[in-house]
Antibody, heavy 121, light 108 residues
């Protein structure tokens, strides 16, 4: 059974940093691209970032480019999102999701339960 | 970027009825790279349809997707109580991937 478990969310002040993690199990993690998708409270879904299976291809939404860094450790079956210079508008539930495509972000076929990031003073 | 507009915003129907949800793109979605997701309160989204019309693993055949170009439709043939949720479309044919704002399907 595919499982994705996010952690690392919490309350942070504007300008602060946070590192999210996503632990994967139930599939060959090193064979799949992975995505981060976020959802502001009461709002819709927004793609944030993607990373290919070997980290060769990395993509970011314009809204987070230069502030967020996606990475992965295939030996640990883990995905990460380093978030710096956080803003109030980054407040959201952050989901990690599996992407069956090889190079470019496509669909999200399995999702974690999400971790809430709140940016507030 | 491609803007997806979903309609209606809210759809009120009864179990057993047929639901038709629309997703319109501001530009043509290449190769029908259009997906649909279902999200229930407090849960993560679940993939229903990809490639405009292919059902994801384990999705009942009462869910079907159709369309091409700029107009796409998700149809639920006979609503079950567990189908009442919010539905999102997503295009992945052009960067960046974008989602529609969602359609809430509620019990009438």
């Amino acid at each position: 059974e595919v499982q994705l478990v996010e952690s690392g969310g919490g309350l942070v002040k504007p300008g602060g940093s946070l590192r999210l993690s996503c632990a994967a199990s139930g599939f060959t993690f090193s064979s799949y691209s992975m995505n981060w998708v976020r959802q502001a409270p009461g709002k819709g879904l927004e793609w944030v970032s993607s990373i290919s299976s070997s980290s060769s291809y990395i993509y970011y939404a314009d809204s987070v480019k230069g502030r967020f860094t996606i990475s992965r450790d295939n030996a640990k079956n883990s995905l990460y999102l380093q978030m710096n210079s956080l803003r109030a508008e980054d407040t959201a539930v952050y989901y990690c999701a599996r992407d069956p495509a090889a190079m470019v972000p496509t669909i999200n076929d399995y999702w974690g339960q999400g971790t809430l990031v709140t940016v507030s003073s | 970027e491609i803007v997806l507009t979903q309609s209606p915003g809210t759809l009120s129907l009864s179990p057993g009825e047929r639901a038709t949800l629309s997703c319109r793109a501001s530009q043509s979605v290449s190769s029908s790279y259009l997906a649909w997701y279902q999200q229930k309160p407090g849960q993560a989204p679940r993939l229903l349809i990809y490639g405009a019309s292919s059902r994801a693993t384990g999705i009942p055949d009462r869910f079907s997707g159709s369309g091409s170009g700029t107009d796409f439709t998700l149809t639920i043939s006979r609503l079950e109580p567990e189908d009442f949720a919010v539905y999102y479309c997503q295009q992945y044919g052009s960067s960046p991937n974008t989602f529609g704002q969602g359609t809430k399907l509620e019990i009438k």
